[in-house]
């Protein structure tokens, strides 16, 4: 198992964020829920329109689905099959029939129940960055993946408390097979957290093997798992309107044995969809829908997301922007989409800035709104992102943190009660006074504000007196001090070699082919 078992950081049962007067401060682990309205950007007419739009395509243009079995169970279910063009047209009334098994709630359990993520309602939960090819922090440059860096990356997940959930490969260990690395990013993933994460869903194989591994890590049979989810994955659709024979595969897969799925088209404005808005969000609807219904022909009730990431090119360039005002539209009338369809809503904040820097902060945190604006439930690529998610940078991780965790205390309902009002306080102190030495203040003053880990509230001279660091640079030193402080979870010997075994199986059965 090379790579696999380096020497292990401080190890210890729980996670906490008071080790030591000089930890990071950091939000306690908590399930986060969005009190708020979501926002209405569509009316009801608006939003019925794209709903009549996107039956339009199904029905009169189609979707290619390059998966024979797949073809095979639209037929069935009596939609337009014609298996020259691999072109399948479905009506409206085989996706309200669909519809009706979905779920609008569900949850994924991994090994350790406390940090079992709840999708649908009013919940919203984020998630690292997920498929760079390359890595990158300020002292070391950017680089290819590697497993050694996958391994530190998902440790900053476990440690940081608002992180709910690892994504697919937070970055790829290129020096691994391609066909089997899967298997030890999965390991990793399961070692080294505790935590739920997403799935490679390219093809059977893939999708099949972090089913078995999450149900050995759990203690569970592979037909317990239908019953208790654990792992999700993303089905990227071929934008414009094709399903290619993995993801079709990868999909019906996770539906067979009752893992989530969220369906997600990659609609980019003036790329693979339409320059409009409106023209990119009917594609998008239709796409989503087209996935939703293969799960529910695979497996009624089999747990699915609405996923969208629609964003915009640059005219310019044809290059992918992200975090663009049109971007977080998207993200918030997308939500309204979901809703309407009562499914749990996945979305997106992102950035195209090559580096850790303010326009990479400004892009995040404006598509970042938009999840939230729009009740996002699960936000994917929530923190790492870079350089239009070619690059996991451990900087901006440490940032997207920073902004997560105030976007969790801005979710948190303002109380008002007698104790919170006030009033005798306000009495008390005369005009033209301070509340400093004030009963009132001093209760309250440890826990009174969100205390951040990355802000830096000197004055200048005493900023500049402590080294004069940035936000980036004070960054740098925050995930070194995070992965010194991280605490490996307790896994029981025998659930270890377990998972060691299958994979040696695996990987011997895989050989040069395909998993």
Partial sequence: MSGMNEPRRKRGAERTSNRGPSAIPQLPLRRVTNPYPPMAMLSPDQIEKIHQASMHILENFGIEVMSPRALSLFEKAGATVDHALANVRIDRGLVTEALKTTQSNYTLTPRNPANAVHLGGNTINFTLVAGPPNVHDMERGRRAGNLRDYGDLTRLAQHFNCIHMLGNQVCAPVELPANSRHLDTYFTNLTLTDKSFHVSAIGRGRALDGIEMMAIARGLTLDQMPDDPGITTIISVNSPRRFDEMMAEGLMTMAEFGQSVAVTPFTLMGAMSPVTLAGALAQQNAEALFGVVLTQLVRPGAPVMYGAFTSNVDMKSGAPAFGTPENTKANIASGQLARRYNLPYRTTPGSASNAADAQGAYETLMALWGAVLGHGNLVYHAAGWQEGGLTASFEKLIIDVEMIQHMMEFLRPIEVNEAELAVEALGAVPT????????????????AFYQPMLSNWQNYEAWQEAGGLDATARATRLWKKALEDYVEPVMDVAVRE??????????????????
């Fill in 432 to 447: 033209g006074g301070h509340f400093f030495g004030e009963p009132h203040t001093l209760e309250r003053y440890a826990t």
């Fill in 498 to 515: 377990a998972l060691e075994a299958y994979m040696a199986k695996r990987k011997e059965a895989i050989g040069q082919g395909e998993p």
